[in-house]
């Protein structure tokens, strides 16, 4: 069997400009980086608004297993299988981080023939995106620093400063630091600490930002801290708006690609969705909307993350909900969810997991039924799965009266997901009721974090720390009541506690602390232990990686 980096290499990529021609896109709308990736000009972006939007389907998944369950394949697969039945379709997928992909994930563009190219690109340094953000993070960090180094005029807080330095690997060493050791001409010493690039908020702003003006806006927002009186500092006390935009500038339009089949992507910005908010970027989307009629899109994780956040956080901004939501399910998931060990997922039949673990993808479906969107289970097939298994996936799924459908589009590219692109354009014209789960404003932040984690989580309860009590209620007094809420929680589980498999019920949710991000305009929740930098683990998928003599990638998955 093909790696994913052995198809992608045997692929003829088509140049991007042929592939930004079948949008209708001219040599002016884009701007080249290379043979095969471009970057959407402003100047299009902005004159896009007239456009007609098309339909968006939301790809998301049931509680996954450490590898993935496949939704970046899916979702790939997915828009080459409408491509394939002649719809004008784009995916818009999220920028893969250097922390998983040296770590333990693998890539984030697809696999199998259902793939992103160039993959050896994407997975790596791309366009620099995710440099550009780790600089604005850093430049701000600097000049935080510096303010106080030079007299500290805004009289900041160094033991209430919240905005943190940011890398884009894997490095559990920097969770916590002391920086401006060694004397006055190097700093003023302070405790400090690294999170990896996509929990940022300027990554959390680049994915929602609308405009230049917006974005600049949202920068100023920032608070980064407090001052001696314990009164909010922002980005706009400093004078830093327009050098932040500045240096964001470029990375703010949306990466063209292509499929493995040369159906047209973006892919562009990349929160993950356990302690960020997990959507690719609004302007991407906005812009597919309005190039294509089908547009295929993916949120992180689970739905009770990923989709939970696309629908709460991200609809609002884009003024659009999908259409129809594909829930991705493994076979190997649902085992289990079911109670067979992890190493054990591939060995054996087991249709009585395949039945006990279906209460996890049960919830799922009713959480995004309840957003009065359509929902269609998609099985994301694997050669080990039997026949047996798979009936007793459908059955269970018929007897909900929800459509799910087999897709072997890692497998076969195209043509096995051509049953699941047709179920999802019969989805998209059923008529929906959208209800959102909160009216942000209108609700406060105990009772949004209630409505997540008793519908969606199913949940009973939720407790806070005394830190968190206290940090509402500065936040009511500082008028950040009306912010949606982004809860940071494991995703392996429904609730707080990741070993909590299938479908836990009665249990508590406990707020630990709340991180605000008024620049992106919502109060992160940090629920359990979650980390904002994670670690390496025993043997690195780096370890694997490699480039020969020629300059050939081997290793990336
Ligand atoms: P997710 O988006 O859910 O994190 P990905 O789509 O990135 O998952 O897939 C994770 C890994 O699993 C990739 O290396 C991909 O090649 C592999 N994979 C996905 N679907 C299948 C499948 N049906 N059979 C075998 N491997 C698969």
Not at 205 to 231: E, F, Q, W
Not at 467 to 476: D, G, L, P, R, S
Request: net charge negative; proline share 5%.
């Amino acid at each position: 069997m093909k790696t994913d980096i052995q198809i992608a290499q045997e692929n003829q990529m088509q140049p991007i400009m042929t592939i930004a021609k079948t949008l209708g896109l001219g040599e002016d709308d884009i701007k080249q980086y290379g043979k095969y990736k471009a970057k959407l000009s402003w100047d299009k972006i902005k004159n896009l608004g007239q456009e007609e939007n098309g339909k968006l389907i939301l790809v998301t998944a049931i509680s996954p297993t450490p590898a993935g369950e496949g939704k970046s394949t899916m979702t790939v697969g997915l828009g080459d299988s409408l491509a394939k039945i002649g719809k004008k379709t784009m995916i818009a997928l999220r920028e893969p981080s250097m922390g998983p992909t040296m770590g333990m994930k693998g890539g984030a563009a697809g696999g199998g023939y259902a793939q992103v190219q160039p993959m050896e690109e994407i997975n790596l340094h791309f366009t620099g995106d995710m440099h550009a953000i780790t600089a604005t993070n850093n430049a701000l960090a600097a000049f935080i620093d510096n303010h106080i180094q030079q007299g500290n005029p805004l009289q900041i807080d160094q033991r209430r400063i919240t905005w943190k330095r940011v890398l884009d690997i894997n490095d559990r060493a920097l969770r916590n630091v002391v920086i401006g050791l060694g004397g006055p001409t190097n700093g003023v010493p302070r405790e400090d600490g690294f999170d990896i690039t996509v929990a940022s908020e300027i990554m959390a702003i680049l994915c929602l930002a609308t405009s230049l003006h917006d974005l600049k806006d949202r920068l100023a927002h920032i608070v980064i801290g407090y001052n001696t009186s314990r009164k909010p500092v922002t980005v706009r006390d400093l004078k830093m708006e327009g050098a932040l935009t500045l240096i964001l500038k470029d990375a703010l339009e949306p990466n063209l690609v292509q499929t493995l089949y040369h159906t047209p992507a973006f892919v562009h910005g990349g929160p993950f969705a356990n302690i960020a908010h997990g959507c690719n970027s609004v302007i991407a989307t906005q812009s597919a909307l309005k190039l294509a009629d089908y547009v295929v899109t993916e949120a992180g994780f689970g739905a009770d993350l990923g989709a939970e956040k696309f629908l709460d956080i991200k609809v609002p901004v884009l003024g659009k909900h999908p259409d129809a939501v594909v829930i991705v399910a493994t076979i190997r998931s649902l085992k289990m969810h079911g109670g067979v060990p992890k190493d054990k997922l591939k060995d054996t039949e087991d249709v009585a997991a395949v039945k006990a673990g279906f209460v996890n993808l049960q919830k799922h479906i009713e959480n995004m039924q309840s957003y009065g969107i359509p929902v269609v289970v998609g099985i994301n097939q694997f050669v080990h799965d039997t026949q047996e298994e798979i009936d007793a996936l459908q059955e269970a799924c018929q007897q909900m009266g929800v459509e799910c459908v087999l897709s072997s589009v890692w497998e076969n590219g195209p043509d096995g997901g051509i049953a699941l692109a047709e179920a999802v354009v019969r989805a998209c014209d059923q008529e929906t009721y959208f209800s959102p789960l909160y009216v942000a404003d209108e609700t406060t932040i105990k009772e949004k974090i209630s409505r997540v984690v008793k519908t969606i989580y199913g949940g009973s309860d939720v407790q806070y720390s005394k830190k968190a009590e206290t940090q509402i209620k500065q936040f009511n007094r500082n008028g950040w009541e009306h912010l949606p809420v982004c809860m940071a929680k494991t995703q392996y589980s429904l609730s707080d506690d990741p070993s909590k498999l299938a479908r836990p019920e009665g249990f508590t949710i406990t707020i630990r602390e709340f991180v605000p991000k008024i620049g992106a305009g919502f109060l992160v929740a940090l629920t359990g232990d979650i980390l904002t930098m994670p670690g390496l683990p025993k043997q690195p998928a780096a370890l694997n990686m490699d480039v020969l003599e020629d300059g050939t990638v081997t290793g990336l998955f």
